[in-house]
């Protein structure tokens, strides 16, 4: 069963502390990305990757980190230096043009 | 430099009615565009999708999208609206050629559907 994992889907941390989502996909797919959705403003690209150990800053990287080691997976950290990371993370892969989603992490940082 | 512009930020109809949700994009290239749906807390699904094939473009879940070059436009029907529609819905567009394949997402439109 083919797909796109994130884990967890929900996740509260204190603010000043480091937190990483986990994204992992099963479809092969060469590229993957992160995007953070706010309500009302749609979904925003942080980083992508389009093959192992290299990526990219998308739109908006300031105060977010990746690592792309193995085709699988593309955690992202959101580190204290993030100033409102209190958002719908969105991990996503592809081949050609589609993108294929996974569920979501909703992160809470109080 | 491209962009898409969904017009209306939130549609009500009734059930069994139409559903009509606009989007305008701009590119100078020959786009490709997509139209999303994320239902409350999930991820986004793929509905349809246009690639400079038949400018008609037939979805899942009874959805359709016209190409329209001359309006720039790339609205969103469906003939008649099921409460199981309710959801976030999202027009996006992609340059072909694109060495990344980055999308460009509308800012979305959330559809209600009355009973």
């Known amino acids: 069963d083919g797909g796109i994992t994130q884990s967890p889907k929900y996740l509260f941390r204190k603010e000043g502390q480091n937190v990483t989502l986990s994204c992992e996909q099963n479809?092969?797919?060469?590229?993957m990305y992160w995007y953070r959705q706010d309500p009302g403003q749609g979904l925003r690209l942080i980083y992508y990757?389009?093959?192992?150990?290299?990526?990219q800053k998308g739109d908006i990287a300031e105060g977010y980190s990746v690592s792309r080691e193995k085709k699988e997976s593309f955690p992202l950290t959101v580190t204290s230096a993030q100033k409102n990371p209190t958002a719908f993370y969105l991990c996503?892969?592809?081949?050609?043009?589609?993108?294929?989603f996974g569920p979501g992490t909703r992160l809470t940082v109080t | 430099a491209q962009s898409v512009t969904q017009l209306d930020s939130h549609v009500s109809v009734s059930e069994g009615t139409p559903v009509l949700l606009r989007c305008n994009y701009s590119?100078?290239?020959?786009?490709?565009l997509f139209w999303y749906v994320q239902h409350p807390n999930k991820g986004l699904q793929l509905l349809l999708k246009?690639?400079?094939?038949?400018?008609l473009v037939k979805g899942i879940n009874g959805f359709e999208a016209e190409f329209k070059k001359s309006e720039t436009s790339f609205h969103l029907t469906k003939p008649s609206a099921h409460m199981s529609d309710a959801a976030e819905y999202f027009c996006?567009?992609?340059?072909?050629?694109?060495?990344?394949?980055?999308?460009?997402f509308g800012k979305g439109t959330k559809l209600s559907v009355k009973p």
């Open positions: 590119s100078s290239y020959s786009p490709s």
């Open positions: 246009y690639t400079s094939a038949a400018t």
């Open positions: 479809l092969n797919h060469d590229a």
């Open positions: 996006v567009v992609i340059v072909n050629g694109g060495s990344q394949g980055n999308l460009i």
């Open positions: 990757s389009q093959i192992v150990n290299d990526f």
């Open positions: 996503a892969s592809s081949i050609g043009l589609e993108q294929y």
